[in-house]
């Protein structure tokens, strides 16, 4: 009497889940893993995660949670390659799908789960013919934990929708964090989720150079519908600066403080990050350093005002030279088209976002219409932040002797970052500064960027965690896989994401390099963020009544 296959696997004892088994490897190449001839190879793919069972001890093993990293076709006898069989016959097809020919797999163990559930790192490798798994919800959550308040949702396996990935946030952003991907891959949302979660768990408070207005308010997606922005979701949390009111009324965005710079506060070294974008010699910034040395604070103003016997005598006086003058000149006067740039101070637009960043208040600084200006961005987002991070410094190494005076964990987020960090340039911009001292001063960076080969390599050595959606050049594969174990293997999975919802996260937030479909920034998304807030609201309700019932001075009614 003919059995069905599942008949047959229920007989023999075949389990829902398994893969193949252990027939090759190393602790450095991987492990080579023979499939089972129930296993659809079609329903495998690269970055897929599986468990190898070690050897079984009194009903307890060691769990190698592993990463697909390639997926191949084997078989016993070479001439099969050369002499196809007949598979027009179901019965032939299997027979010799079940024997002469078979799947194969390479996984890259990433961790090992002892017999106690200790997640630990692979110092060893399973036997041969050990069972392969589909990993489960249980060894998902035994490495990647479950969510609380220091671990945030991001996303969820490829193949486990129902199972969360989540990050640890201190570690997240106690060291600088990248989120890479070429054009289109939805890095602004990537983006914008692990912003809401170390806003909603106030892990840091953060300063967003936001160039294109896709943060603070709302922004309008590709299907045309229109997604809500950190500030709707987080109301008391967050604040909008804004560079052009004018153009925040045009979309209808609110805003909180409108942001302006006066000539005077720009410093020749301020220039020295436009050096490539605006096309600055070395000669004109020499020229900046001497125009600031005579004409002093108001130098931009003076130089921009002067005729040509002033001209005329500075170059008779000093050591610049006639043509340097004139070009530096020519590239000032652009600036003169910025509104946000006043011949006189109106206001200390510094001092401002310092005090709401020292009160916890996450600010939201909207470009407006100089987004489409990279020369203004990288001049406001260079010139803010060398003073926010002169601040900190001061206030850092004030607390070694008093801790209340510690100022909060910041982290500073720019877009187009290899503008601010390519090689020429980095060591002499506060953000490389920044990217080099880890956490020395409790500022760190949020780096959003699709050419990470264009970024300085010491810079990009020192950003703990990466986010990275689809990249096709090779370089800038490379360059995020830099310094990562098993960066061969990785390099497959990252090469064939998907185009959008999928990313790869490695590094400092994780425990191990892991591949998840994005978390939606939807309506769910939203509930789940307010969600949040109400429920820190009312524990901060039930404490004050508490508190009115047992005695507090500051007693006003209960809630």
Same mark, same amino acid.
């Given at each position: 009497?003919?059995?069905?296959?599942?008949?047959?696997?229920?007989?023999?004892?075949?389990?829902?889940?398994?893969?193949?088994?252990?027939?090759?490897?190393?602790?450095?190449? !991987?492990?080579?893993?023979?499939?089972?001839?129930?296993?659809?190879?079609?329903?495998?793919?690269? =970055?897929?995660?599986?468990?190898?069972?070690?050897?079984?001890?009194?009903?307890?093993?060691?769990?190698?949670? *592993?990463?697909?990293?390639?997926?191949?076709?084997? %078989?016993?006898?070479?001439?099969?390659?050369?002499?196809?069989?007949?598979?027009? %016959?179901?019965?032939?097809?299997?027979?010799?799908?079940?024997?002469?020919?078979?799947?194969?797999?390479?996984? *890259?163990?990433?961790?090992?789960?002892?017999?106690? *559930?200790?997640? !630990?790192?692979?110092?060893?490798?399973?036997?041969?013919?050990?069972?392969?798994?589909?990993?489960?919800?249980?060894?998902?959550?035994?490495?990647?934990?479950?969510?609380?308040? $220091?671990?945030?949702?991001?996303?969820?396996?490829?193949?486990?929708?129902?199972?969360?990935?989540?990050?640890?946030?201190?570690?997240?952003?106690?060291?600088?964090? =990248?989120?890479? !991907?070429?054009?289109?891959?939805?890095?602004?949302?990537?983006?914008?989720?692990?912003?809401?979660?170390?806003?909603?768990?106030?892990?840091?408070?953060?300063?967003?150079?936001?160039?294109?207005?896709?943060?603070?308010?709302?922004?309008?997606?590709?299907?045309?519908?229109?997604?809500? =922005? @950190?500030?709707?979701?987080?109301?008391?949390?967050?604040?909008?600066?804004?560079?052009?009111?004018?153009?925040?009324?045009?979309?209808?965005?609110?805003?909180?403080?409108?942001?302006?710079?006066?000539?005077?506060?720009?410093?020749?070294?301020?220039?020295?990050?436009?050096?490539?974008?605006?096309?600055?010699?070395?000669?004109?910034?020499?020229?900046?350093?001497?125009?600031?040395?005579?004409?002093?604070?108001?130098?931009?103003?003076?130089?921009?005002?002067?005729?040509?016997?002033?001209?005329?005598?500075?170059?008779?006086?000093? *050591?610049? %030279?006639?043509?340097?003058?004139?070009?530096?000149?020519?590239?000032?006067?652009?600036?003169?088209?910025?509104?946000?740039?006043?011949?006189?101070?109106?206001?200390?637009?510094?001092?401002?976002?310092?005090?709401?960043?020292? %009160?916890?208040?996450?600010?939201? @600084?909207?470009?407006?219409?100089?987004?489409?200006?990279?020369?203004?961005?990288?001049?406001?987002?260079?010139?803010?932040?060398?003073?926010?991070?002169?601040?900190?410094?001061?206030?850092?190494?004030?607390?070694?002797?008093?801790?209340?005076?510690?100022?909060?964990?910041?982290?500073?987020?720019?877009?187009? $970052?290899?503008?601010?960090?390519?090689?020429?340039?980095?060591?002499?911009?506060?953000?490389?500064?920044?990217?080099?001292?880890?956490?020395?001063?409790?500022?760190?960076?949020?780096?959003?960027?699709?050419?990470?080969?264009?970024?300085?390599?010491?810079?990009?050595?020192?950003?703990?965690?990466?986010?990275?959606?689809?990249?096709?050049?090779?370089?800038?594969?490379?360059?995020?896989?830099?310094?990562?174990?098993? $960066?061969?293997?990785?390099?497959?999975?990252?090469?064939?994401?998907?185009?959008?919802?999928?990313?790869?996260?490695?590094?400092?937030?994780?425990?191990?390099?892991?591949?998840?479909?994005?978390?939606?920034?939807?309506?769910?998304?939203?509930?789940?963020?307010?969600?949040?807030?109400?429920?820190?609201?009312?524990?901060?309700?039930?404490?004050?009544?508490?508190?009115?019932?047992?005695?507090?001075? =500051?007693?006003?009614? @209960?809630?």
């Amino acid at each position: 009497m003919s059995q069905s296959a599942s008949e047959l696997d229920a007989f023999f004892g075949a389990r829902a889940g398994r893969l193949g088994v252990v027939v090759g490897g190393s602790l450095s190449r !991987g492990i080579e893993v023979k499939l089972d001839p129930h296993t659809d190879i079609e329903e495998l793919a690269a =970055g897929r995660y599986v468990v190898v069972h070690g050897r079984d001890h009194d009903g307890r093993h060691n769990r190698f949670f *592993s990463m697909i990293t390639d997926i191949g076709l084997g %078989n016993t006898n070479a001439q099969i390659t050369n002499t196809p069989p007949d598979t027009s %016959n179901p019965y032939l097809a299997e027979v010799y799908m079940g024997s002469m020919a078979y799947g194969t797999m390479h996984v *890259s163990p990433m961790l090992m789960i002892n017999k106690e *559930s200790e997640v !630990g790192p692979v110092r060893t490798i399973p036997p041969h013919f050990q069972p392969v798994w589909t990993a489960t919800e249980r060894d998902i959550n035994d490495v990647f934990g479950h969510e609380d308040e $220091a671990h945030f949702h991001i996303g969820n396996p490829l193949e486990l929708e129902n199972t969360q990935i989540n990050v640890d946030l201190k570690r997240l952003t106690e060291r600088s964090v =990248g989120i890479f !991907g070429k054009s289109g891959t939805g890095k602004s949302y990537l983006c914008r989720i692990l912003l809401a979660g170390v806003i909603s768990r106030r892990s840091a408070v953060n300063l967003v150079f936001d160039m294109h207005n896709d943060y603070g308010w709302e922004v309008h997606n590709e299907h045309g519908r229109v997604d809500k =922005g @950190l500030k709707q979701l987080f109301p008391d949390r967050l604040s909008i600066f804004t560079l052009d009111p004018e153009s925040s009324r045009r979309r209808n965005a609110p805003y909180d403080v409108v942001v302006t710079l006066a000539y005077s506060d720009i410093e020749p070294e301020d220039l020295g990050a436009l050096r490539n974008t605006m096309d600055i010699s070395d000669a004109m910034l020499d020229a900046a350093y001497t125009l600031k040395r005579i004409w002093k604070e108001n130098w931009i103003q003076t130089f921009l005002t002067a005729d040509v016997e002033d001209l005329e005598e500075i170059v008779e006086t000093t *050591s610049i %030279n006639a043509s340097s003058m004139s070009a530096l000149r020519r590239r000032l006067e652009r600036f003169q088209r910025w509104g946000f740039l006043t011949p006189q101070p109106q206001g200390d637009s510094v001092k401002q976002i310092i005090d709401y960043l020292e %009160n916890r208040t996450n600010v939201v @600084l909207e470009f407006g219409r100089y987004g489409n200006s990279l020369e203004a961005y990288i001049l406001v987002a260079n010139y803010l932040t060398r003073r926010i991070r002169d601040h900190y410094v001061k206030k850092v190494e004030e607390s070694l002797g008093d801790r209340a005076k510690e100022p909060p964990q910041l982290m500073i987020t720019i877009e187009e $970052a290899h503008k601010f960090l390519e090689p020429k340039i980095a060591q002499q911009t506060i953000f490389g500064t920044i990217a080099r001292e880890l956490r020395k001063y409790k500022v760190t960076l949020l780096i959003v960027d699709q050419r990470p080969s264009a970024i300085d390599e010491e810079v990009m050595s020192q950003i703990g965690t990466r986010v990275t959606a689809l990249l096709d050049n090779d370089r800038d594969i490379t360059a995020v896989l830099m310094g990562v174990s098993g $960066a061969a293997g990785l390099r497959e999975v990252l090469a064939r994401l998907d185009t959008r919802q999928q990313a790869i996260v490695l590094g400092h937030a994780v425990p191990m390099p892991v591949v998840i479909k994005t978390r939606a920034y939807d309506e769910a998304f939203y509930m789940a963020m307010g969600g949040e807030l109400q429920g820190v609201h009312t524990k901060r309700k039930r404490k004050k009544n508490s508190d009115a019932l047992y005695g507090d001075d =500051g007693f006003d009614g @209960l809630d």
